[in-house]
Structure formats: C-alpha cells, structure tokens
C-alpha cells in the first residue's frame, strides 16, 4: 500500500504561483508513476501531469508551459509547481500513485491523496 499526502493549497491571485508537495509512505516507489489530477466543483476529475520513476514527465495541455512536475525518489515526494495561475485553475489537487506512467484516467488510478486545495482569485 502506499500514502499519499498533499500539502502547499491555498488561495492565489491570477498571475501568481504556488507549488504542491505530495509526501509518499508505505511500499517503495520502485517503478511507480507520480501524478497529480484535479477536480473543480461540478466537474470530473481531469489529468494534470505525470512523471515516471526516471524522470520522464507528461502534462495536459491546458497547463503546459504553466506547471512543473518534479520527484525526489530518496524523499518519496513529488512536487507541482504552478505558474501564470488561472481563475480555471481553481479545483482540489489530489496527488496520485500507478504503476503505469500512462495515468490519464482517474479510475484506474491505484493509490490517491487527499487533496487540497487550489483557489485562484481573478
């Protein structure tokens, strides 16, 4: 089993920046896939970006050139860092964990945090 835990949310002006922190324990992260999705209200949750075990990362369009995923695998975290932020932007950022690096669709997903949350004023 691996826990996932967020952690940076909070409030931002549109323009500003905020960076996410997702903390992992239990098994390794041995060849496991890091990821984080998001959810606004009345919306489904939609892929945000992914990052494999050596670095490899993927991003939805609407963040590319925006956000920056990264990992520690010596700390088992990983790391969101969002830019140029949007009111759209607004959702629950929930951290997840797979052992395929293709992670697009959340109900396939293996292992999920809690969330936190993301709020980007106009």
């Known amino acids: 089993q691996v826990q996932l835990v967020e952690s940076g949310g909070g409030l931002v002006q549109a323009g500003g920046s905020l960076g996410l922190s997702c903390a992992a324990s239990?098994?390794?992260?041995?060849?496991?896939?890091m990821g984080w999705f998001r959810q606004a209200p009345g919306k489904e949750r939609e892929f945000v970006a992914a990052i494999g075990w050596s670095g490899s990362t993927y991003y939805a369009d609407s963040v590319k050139g925006r956000f920056t995923i990264s990992r520690d695998n010596v700390k088992k975290t990983v790391y969101l860092q969002m830019n140029s932020l949007k009111p759209e932007d607004t959702a629950v950022y929930y951290c997840?964990?797979?052992?395929?690096?293709?992670?697009?669709?959340?109900?396939?997903?293996?292992?999920w945090g809690q969330g936190t949350q993301v709020t980007v004023s106009s």
């Open positions: 997840a964990a797979d052992p395929s690096l293709a992670m697009r669709d959340p109900a396939k997903i293996n292992y």
């Open positions: 239990g098994r390794t992260l041995w060849r496991l896939a």
